[in-house]
């Protein structure tokens, strides 16, 4: 089916055609005529499926009539996101589909000075993206007027009722008008997303592209068995390869993302880094050059695991591996994005096995097991390591203490080895 099929105004057409776009996505296909004729919609779509052409080619559609009308006044359509990054996506992805319209959008997020983004609201938008928090905040101080409002999306509705944004949005939908679209998307329908779909939308079309927990096909999987100390320099090594050309790696912590990025700088790997911590700036800067090739690997924490929209990254590897299956999926959708062939790896110590299996039970898959060819994986001590340092401790002084627990015995001081005396009679003997 051709987007033309759609009934979408010809300027959303031509840009459409000039992003390359040949034909919709399956959640395209399905959510774009519904959406069109009315129906609150909630689909369930995984990642990378291209569901923000779903949901907003159809409200630039209805923008661009009411512009013909001479009516396209007031903010007409409310998207949310749980993050910055989405959020900021989603408004390129508006300004790339609606290049040929007059339309006004804002950009409404936390982290960096509300003055810009309040200046930009006083000149009058007609669609909003925002994460629920800062939106929150203009709300409270009324800069805010929601009365004509037809349309409000709710993406990746999931994530941000994980992130605790529940209260945010309920006091968000009440000062909008009851008769308006609902739009939720949602990589997975758990019970509390179900129950926000049950609250806030009215009599919803609902579609489900692909299986909840699967991976795109488009992407390969598989699993290094590799004790923790080795992470690092089998990174270095698989980072050599050729194929490795923009690559994302997954950390749980903060900390491990500052720690395992100077370790590949000390190995001359470009690279950056992304999490929380990091001021606004910092965070679009590292994103952005790590699209534009600048770095062949960035480094992040779950921060970018959903939703965020890197092109032709080669490779997701998971140097952590996540705790959530839902998560993992998450991580890995960043790769083998629009039909593109995708890598996803993940190194998996003894000590997250369990882990594993709870995955691969979800998948309903076993991961191809893996070994690089060459290197050591019984390696003792590779220095520096990109593992946390062993916490400070003497390990023979803490066997002492154990030992003295156990027999209520006082810990000895700490003596050195004394030198062994060779008992005299034996000296010389043969
Ligand atoms: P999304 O799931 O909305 O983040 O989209 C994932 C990627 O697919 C983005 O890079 C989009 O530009 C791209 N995309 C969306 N729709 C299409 C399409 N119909 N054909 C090719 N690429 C698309």
Same mark, same amino acid.
């Given at each position: ?5 759609f009934?979408l105004?010809?300027?959303i057409l031509?840009?459409?055609e000039k992003?390359g776009?040949?034909r919709p996505?399956?959640v395209?296909e399905?959510?774009i005529?519904?959406v ?8 369930i779509?995984?990642t990378?499926?291209?569901?923000t ?14 512009? &013909?009308?001479r009516?396209?006044?007031g903010?007409?359509?409310?998207i ?6 989405l959020?900021?996506?989603?408004a ?16 409404i ?11 930009t ?14 939106l929150?905040d203009f709300?409270d101080?009324q800069k805010?007027?929601?009365?004509p ?9 999931? &994530? ?9 949005i ?13 739009l ?6 758990s019970?509390e997303?179900e129950s926000?779909?049950?609250?806030f939308l009215?009599q ?23 004790q923790?100390?080795?992470k ?8 050599k390869q ?6 994302l790696v ?5 900390d /491990?993302a500052n720690?395992?990025?100077?370790f590949?700088?000390a190995?001359?790997?470009?690279v950056?880094?992304l999490h929380?911590?990091?001021t ?9 050059d790590?699209k534009?090739?600048?770095y062949?690997?960035?480094?992040a924490?779950?921060?970018?695991a959903?939703?965020?929209?890197i092109d032709g ?7 952590d591996f ?7 999926v998450?991580r890995v959708?960043r790769?083998?994005r ?10 998996v110590?003894?000590g997250?096995l369990n ?8 998948l309903?898959?076993?991961?191809v097991r893996?070994?690089?060819? /060459?290197f050591?994986y019984?390696?003792?001590?590779p220095a520096p390591?990109?593992e ?5 401790r ?11 627990k ?11 080895w004394?030198?062994a005396?060779k008992?005299?009679?034996k000296r010389?003997?043969?």
């Amino acid at each position: 089916m051709p987007f033309s099929k759609f009934g979408l105004e010809t300027e959303i057409l031509q840009a459409v055609e000039k992003a390359g776009y040949t034909r919709p996505t399956p959640v395209q296909e399905r959510s774009i005529p519904m959406v069109m004729k009315g129906h609150d919609l909630i689909a369930i779509a995984q990642t990378g499926t291209g569901k923000t052409a779903a949901f907003v080619l159809p409200i630039l559609h209805r923008l661009s009539l009411l512009n &013909r009308e001479r009516e396209l006044h007031g903010t007409r359509a409310l998207i949310l996101a749980p993050t910055r990054e989405l959020v900021l996506q989603i408004a390129e992805n508006i300004a790339i589909y609606g290049q040929h319209l007059p339309i006004r959008i804002a950009a409404i997020y936390g982290g960096v000075d509300e003055e810009a983004q309040l200046k930009t609201l006083r000149k009058g938008v007609h669609l909003i993206v925002a994460t629920p928090g800062r939106l929150m905040d203009f709300l409270d101080q009324q800069k805010l007027d929601f009365h004509p409002l037809e349309t409000l999306v709710l993406d990746e509705a999931d &994530r941000m009722l994980h992130m605790g944004f529940l209260p945010d949005i309920e006091k968000i939908i009440s000062a909008l008008p009851q008769r308006r679209q609902t739009l939720m998307f949602s990589a997975t329908f758990s019970k509390e997303v179900e129950s926000l779909a049950r609250r806030f939308l009215n009599q919803p079309k609902m579609i489900q592209i692909g299986n909840r927990s699967e991976a795109a096909d488009t992407v390969s999987q598989c699993v290094y068995e590799v004790q923790p100390h080795l992470k690092g320099p089998l990174l270095v090594e698989l980072l050599k390869q050729p194929k490795f050309k923009r690559v994302l790696v997954f950390v749980r912590m903060k900390d /491990g993302a500052n720690r395992l990025t100077d370790f590949l700088r000390a190995a001359q790997v470009k690279v950056t880094k992304l999490h929380s911590s990091r001021t606004q700036e910092q965070r679009q800067k590292a994103l952005q050059d790590f699209k534009d090739g600048i770095y062949q690997v960035l480094v992040a924490t779950d921060i970018v695991a959903r939703g965020i929209d890197i092109d032709g990254v080669t490779q997701v590897i998971n140097f952590d591996f996540p705790v959530n299956p839902e998560d993992y999926v998450h991580r890995v959708g960043r790769t083998g994005r629009a039909e593109h062939q995708g890598e996803a790896i993940s190194f998996v110590p003894k000590g997250d096995l369990n882990l594993l299996g709870i995955t691969e039970l979800t998948l309903g898959q076993r991961l191809v097991r893996k070994k690089l060819r /060459g290197f050591d994986y019984f390696a003792k001590s590779p220095a520096p390591s990109a593992e946390a340092p062993p916490a400070k401790r003497d390990w023979r002084k803490r066997t002492r203490e154990m030992e003295a627990k156990k027999s209520e015995k006082p810990v000895a001081p700490k003596t050195p080895w004394p030198k062994a005396k060779k008992p005299p009679g034996k000296r010389g003997k043969k």
